[in-house]
């Protein structure tokens, strides 16, 4: 299985946000490989949805705005039914992820990392700990600081007993 956390750079590539969708054909050809595959699972975190959500609240032009979030709400009716090529990650944010973000959010906002990214990383990172049999993970996007998070996981059997 290989496991690909959704960035907002790909989703607003994706839904075709106006000034946002420079790469959308590259990226538009994975997605449409990736979700016919039967070995690829796609992830979109909580914070892909709130930042792409924002993102289309600030485009200028009101009729590709309504439009634009008329199709983000499709979207997140289709996963919320299991009707999306991507599953929601639930177990994402809790109350000892806020004391690592607050650990760690100083360093990261040096490297200009939001909160949001450091949440992506931190659910990459939790799936990969809680999930034994994944092939490649990564994170799916088109920032530098992001893409890096991609490995190849060896496969943890659990005994027999």
Known sequence: MNVHFI???VLVN???????NSDKERVLEEYRSLKE???????????????T????AHIPNG??????GKAMAEML??????????????????RDDLLYFSKEFPDMA?????????SIISAYNKYKESVPAIGRIRIWSLDTHLSVYEEQ???RRRRKR
Do not use: C, F
């Open 7 to 9: 960035d907002t750079s």
């Open 14 to 20: 994706i839904l075709d946000i106006p000034n946002m």
């Open 37 to 51: 595959s039967e070995k690829d699972t796609l992830l979109l975190p909580l914070a892909t949805i709130i930042e």
């Open 53 to 56: 959500g924002n993102h289309i």
């Open 63 to 68: 009729s590709v705005r309504r439009t634009k």
């Open 77 to 94: 009716k289709d996963m919320a039914n299991g009707n999306a090529p991507w599953d929601y990650y639930e177990g994402e944010i809790t």
């Open 110 to 118: 040096m490297q200009e990392t939001g909160i949001g990214d450091l």
């Open 153 to 155: 996981m060896s496969v």
